[in-house]
């Protein structure tokens, strides 16, 4: 995974990713290692991590697992610590652990709201608490957080994890806009559909597999290796001059409108 120049994008750098257990973040942490960084891989299922941790390590990469519920503002700074024991500072944080919970204002319960909220956005105000500092006596660092599409759009029975998303997206321009000052950039991923295990399960048979495939301009469901390379990217220098952005990989989906259809664009 070399550039045309021979150097990898991560070189001597650090990175924490969180939920490297597995999908997106367990290729991102991959990725990171490929591209040179040292990586801790957190999650709450420190098994899991671990798995990703065996597998950098096998590549003759760096990394070390752990256990962490980024709910928790103590856990998020433990990891912080062990980051910079282990690594003498921090780059790069993606921050990418996230749940779901199904149902709509009438069927979700309010504990089962109050757990997306605190998995995929206050989690992030928690990671970002501990890691900013490291990175500013660093000179500077780079940020990235797992939104969504479901951020973008209304999604059935997604109103607590479309609003958690949404709340990514703008928690993620109030960093960038606190912190650019520090040499510390924010920015997130807003990803479509992508072959992670909740992937899996939600869409178990083939015809709804097909289905969500097709609702895109690509006509598949985007790889965890891709969101991957789109955080290494924002994680690098490559993206020096990208701030408060929310990029969206998603093959398409948000860019097709549903709405008009003014003949198929799509040749056949
Ligand atoms: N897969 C998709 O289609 C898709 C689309 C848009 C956004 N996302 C987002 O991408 C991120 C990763 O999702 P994924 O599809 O790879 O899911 P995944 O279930 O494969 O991975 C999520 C990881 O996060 C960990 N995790 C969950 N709660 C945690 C907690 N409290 N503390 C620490 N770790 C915790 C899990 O153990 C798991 O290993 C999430 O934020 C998700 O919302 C996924």
């Not at 009438?106 to 490291?134: C, R, Y």
């Not at 398409?252 to 008009?260: E, I, K």
Request: glycine content about 12%; some cysteine; aromatic content about 4%.
């Amino acid at each position: 995974m070399l550039r045309d120049d021979g150097v990898m994008l991560l070189e001597g750098t650090t990175a924490i990713v969180t939920g490297a257990g597995s999908g997106i973040g367990a290729a991102a942490a991959q990725r990171f290692a490929v591209e040179g960084a040292g990586v801790v891989c957190a999650d709450i299922r420190l098994a899991r991590a671990q798995q990703t941790v065996d597998a950098i390590v096998d590549t003759g990469g760096r990394a070390i697992a752990v256990e962490v519920d980024v709910r928790s503002s103590v856990q998020n700074e433990a990891m912080v610590d062990i980051a910079v024991r282990e690594f003498g500072g921090i780059d790069v944080a993606f921050f990418n652990a996230g749940t779901i919970r199904p149902g709509n204002a009438v069927k979700l319960s309010e504990q089962d709201w109050d757990v997306v909220m605190d998995t995929n956005v206050k989690s992030i105000f928690l990671g970002a608490k501990h890691v900013l500092p490291v990175m500013a006596d660093g000179g500077g660092g780079s940020i990235i957080n797992t939104a969504s599409v479901s951020g973008l759009r209304g999604d059935p029975s997604g109103i607590a994890y479309g609003a958690s998303k949404a709340a990514v997206v703008n928690l993620t321009r109030c960093l960038a806009t606190d912190h650019a000052a520090q040499g510390i950039r924010v920015n997130c991923i807003c990803p479509g559909v992508i072959d992670t295990p909740p992937v899996r399960r939600m869409l178990a048979d083939d015809a709804a597999r097909e289905q969500v495939g097709n609702s895109n301009l690509l006509d598949r469901i985007g790889l965890p290796s891709e969101i991957a390379a789109a955080a290494a990217w924002l994680a690098s220098d490559e993206s020096a001059f990208v701030t408060g952005e929310a990029l969206v990989v998603d093959g398409g989906l948000t860019s097709r409108s549903v709405a008009l259809n003014m003949g198929d664009p799509r040749p056949r």
